[in-house]
């Protein structure tokens, strides 16, 4: 049978969520803007240009929009480079389950990120293949880049586990009909209860979780 495991990228494999909140809170507060502690979790998951749409829109920013997005940029990468680190669990998890299973990683954020934290972190070495969401018709909260995945890897959903931590890509996951583990971190636990498995760590994920959930009929 071929099956396959599927992550996102941001506060799934990467700790990366704690980095993009200073860089946001770095950019509003240029524009006097102190974002709202439960303001944060509308910006997770979400893609690029969404999350400058709604930021601008939200806070009321007059700035230009082109100087806007290239400040938040560059903040967000000056972040990255101070410390950006794999998720506890990921290389024992990767290391266990790439013979067994087709692995690959799907993200909404936009190419040119993932192309650069592709090469700081070599993600190459671990997936057998990585798309952003901007690299498909449609991008997350919608299922397209999990099925334009799926079709890469010649593999079916109910063959497939998602693994998310974000309400978006929670549900560009289900609907996608594949099996979906839900990573705690970004969202409360009543978010997440939608997926098929919560967890609190990468290394919860063990080869007879895979069985069991892979058994499952959705």
């Known amino acids: 049978m071929n099956t396959a495991i599927i992550f996102d990228m941001d506060g799934t494999i990467i700790d990366s969520e704690p980095l993009y909140t200073k860089a946001e809170i770095r950019l509003f507060a240029e524009y006097n803007v102190i974002i709202p502690k439960e303001d944060l979790n509308l910006f997770r998951g979400c893609s690029e240009t969404d999350f400058f749409n709604l930021s601008m829109s939200r806070y009321k920013i007059s700035e230009k929009k082109s100087i806007f997005i290239e400040k938040g940029r560059r903040y967000v990468k000056e972040e990255f480079k101070k410390g950006l680190s794999f998720m506890p669990g990921f290389h024992d998890l990767i290391f266990n389950i790439k013979n067994k299973h087709q692995t690959a990683l799907v993200t909404a954020s936009p190419r040119h990120n993932l192309d650069w934290v592709c090469e700081i972190m070599n993600l190459n070495n671990y997936f057998d293949c990585i798309i952003s969401g901007e690299d498909c018709k449609y991008n997350k909260p919608h299922p397209q880049p999990y099925l334009d995945m799926m079709e890469m890897l010649n593999v079916k959903p109910q063959n497939t586990i998602i693994v998310e931590d974000s309400i978006h890509g929670l549900n560009s996951a289900l609907?996608?009909?594949?099996?979906?583990?839900?990573?705690?971190?970004?969202?409360?636990?009543?978010?997440?209860?939608?997926?098929?498995?919560?967890?609190?760590?990468?290394?919860?994920?063990?080869?007879?979780?895979?069985?069991?959930?892979?058994?499952?009929?959705?």
């Open 175 to 218: 609907s996608s009909k594949a099996h979906v583990i839900a990573i705690r971190g970004s969202v409360s636990d009543d978010s997440l209860n939608k997926s098929h498995k919560i967890i609190s760590s990468l290394s919860e994920i063990t080869n007879k979780l895979i069985d069991e959930l892979l058994q499952k009929k959705l």
